[in-house]
């Protein structure tokens, strides 16, 4: 479970239901792996890889 309501997916910005960590079966494949681009097609997502 995610407590922020954010998908687990470190290049997804989609919103979770409670209870569930990723927001698409691709995000859940990627696991915690940094991608350039989030693969999970969801038109609101800005689907960029976190800046370290």
Excluded: I, R
Excluded at 17 to 23: D, L, Q, R, S, T
Excluded at 37 to 43: L, R
């Amino acid at each position: 479970m995610n407590d922020n309501g954010k998908c687990a997916h470190p290049a997804c910005s989609c919103a979770v239901p409670k209870g569930e960590k990723y927001f698409s079966e691709s995000c859940e494949d990627a696991g915690d792996l940094t991608e350039l681009t989030c693969q999970c097609d969801h038109a609101g997502c800005v689907g960029e890889a976190l800046k370290v």
